[in-house]
């Protein structure tokens, strides 16, 4: 990421956009249709600064009595840059948020801005910022194995070659963030430590749904 290259670099606060079941990976591109005021709002913000965004899940039940609108944050989300923003004519902000690195959700500020900010804390990803993995590539075969299974299982169909030729990294983190887990398998994805972790989680939630089966009708995928 342009300008983003230690941790030092990256914002101590920054405002968080809380979407359950939506991941965004370090390196991934997550496009966002913004018509809420308070993200207009935020955005009008974040554009006239660093351009950061957290994007987040809530836990459920973790919010005080006075503020149901506000349920708690998890653990651990990814700040995204906006590399992409058009706005509509009806006023609705189109944006596209590339993945920085993750971050360990701090202190939530008690702030005039209708949309939250948190402190956030970036120590434990600092291998986020680095574009090359230090980790020997793995044997695609099980993940698109899985893969196979789950697409199957669903009536789903992708562009196998660009799969079959995909660089892993890149392939692992799209496939984490388009197939359409649960919120707690795409927070599970997002908390695996290494790319490695990731990779095995991934095979591993491919080949549980192929297993359990699904009563409900199969979702698309763009």
Known sequence: MPGIRKLSDLP???PVFPLDG???LPGGQLPLNIFEPRYLNMLDDVMSGERMIGIIQTRPGNAGPDD???PGLAPIGCAGRVTSFAET???RYLITLTGVCRFRAGDELPVRTPYRQVRADFSSFA???RED???PAADPGPLLAALRRYLDHRGLAIDWTSAETAPSDALINSLSMALPFDAMEKQALL???TMADRRETLVALLEIDA???DDDEPPSIQ
């Open 12 to 14: 101590l606060v920054i």
């Open 22 to 24: 939506v991941l965004l």
């Open 68 to 70: 149901e609108h506000n």
């Open 89 to 91: 004519s009806d006023g």
């Open 127 to 129: 291998a986020d910022l």
């Open 133 to 135: 993995s230090a980790e």
């Open 191 to 193: 908390e695996a430590p």
């Open 211 to 213: 297993v359990v089966g």
